[in-house]
């Protein structure tokens, strides 16, 4: 099936952008401000460094901190990508489901908003932090477990769903295979993920800026870290090399700033650049440090430099969102 691209056309320029006589995104701080959410994490004890606090359970398998910051963080891409998907948390046709699993939940957003939206559902989010609230809905429960170990789930599901997973996966073949085997013949499972190569479609993000040169970087300390950092363009095939049929992919265009023209767009532009300037140095100072061993006042000054040239209205940024999903074929009778 060939993929299918969300408003596939260009994306039109603001003309008071094009117009725009060299200020920066930047002057909009009131409603950067207003873009970010914040939830209350369970107290634990986690490791720090520079100054960013980190996951203890199978400590160092994933690169990017668990704090306060990240979580406001992570919360700002979902309500992003919920807007991106027409305020649809998943796209798969499943319906009447009785058990969901979310994994790598993160703040447990997406899992409470499901059991608030299907009370009938038993909804269960894994993550390798319990950094999730506690006041939640009845029909809604976390544990910690790591997704790339075996699963145990004696009981089939009717829905898994999986999202934002890059940088945290070593192993995708084995994860969707893990899907496929743990959902109900006749349900589905859905992967929407990131390619994290951004790009511009009118030439403004340069190979020589710095944001360029930061993305490589990223990306090759990622790999090295035997962490898939862009899985968004390989979960078609992955999902169709386990076996899932009627596999759909959809691709949605993510703006980095409030640069185009669409009302929807600029809004979305607007919460990815909250997203991408709160999250570089989360993205950087691990894997910088730990796999290039770059000292941590040359990753600040790296980030802020392309903090400087993602917020400038020159440079039209974006990068592609992947949604696919698959139905496990019904058994035979």
């Known amino acids: 099936m060939a993929t299918t691209t969300i408003d596939a056309e260009p994306l039109e320029i603001d003309p008071q952008v094009l117009q725009d006589d060299g200020s920066s995104f930047a002057d909009f701080t009131d409603e950067l401000d207003s873009f970010t959410t914040s939830c209350t994490p369970s107290i634990r004890r986690y490791p720090f460094e520079n100054g960013r606090r980190y996951h203890a359970f199978k400590a160092g398998s994933y690169p990017l901190p ?11 891409v979902h309500h992003m990508l919920k807007k991106a998907l027409g305020d649809r948390t998943y796209l798969a046709p499943c319906t009447g489901f009785q058990r969901v699993l979310d994994i790598g939940t993160g703040t447990g957003i997406w899992a409470i908003e499901m059991g608030d939206n299907h009370p009938q559902a038993e909804i269960l989010g894994n993550d ?6 506690s006041w939640v809905p009845p029909n809604v429960r976390f544990e910690v477990d790591d997704f790339e170990s075996r699963w145990a789930y004696g009981v089939p599901f009717d829905l898994i ?3 934002t997973l890059l940088f945290s996966v070593s192993d995708w073949p084995k994860l969707v295979r893990e899907a496929y085997n743990n959902v109900k013949p006749g349900g ?8 994290t190569q951004y790009y511009s479609e009118d ?3 340069g190979p020589s800026s710095n944001t360029a040169k930061w993305l490589s970087l990223l990306i090759d300390s990622s790999c090295k ?3 898939e950092p862009c899985p968004g363009p390989n979960l078609e095939g992955l999902m169709k090399d386990a076996g899932f049929q009627n596999v759909v992919h959809q691709k949605v265009k993510l703006p980095i700033g409030p640069w185009a023209k669409d009302e929807k767009q600029k809004e979305i532009g ?4 909250v997203q991408v300037l709160d999250g570089l140095e989360a993205f950087s100072m691990r894997l910088m440090t730990g796999v290039l061993n770059w000292q941590p006042e040359e990753v600040e000054v790296l980030c802020a430099k392309v903090r400087s040239e993602l917020k ?3 440079m039209h940024a974006l990068y592609d969102f992947h949604v696919v999903y698959g139905q496990k074929p019904e058994a035979w009778a």
């Open 312 to 314: 400038s209205k020159s």
């Open 188 to 195: 589905w499972v859905e992967f929407q993920d990131f390619n």
């Open 66 to 76: 668990n704090d306060e910051i990240e979580l406001e963080r992570l919360n700002v």
């Open 203 to 205: 030439g403004t993000l």
């Open 161 to 163: 769903f999986g999202r």
């Open 225 to 227: 870290n035997g962490k």
């Open 128 to 133: 390798l932090s319990p950094i999730q609230p």
């Open 270 to 273: 607007l919460f990815n650049l």
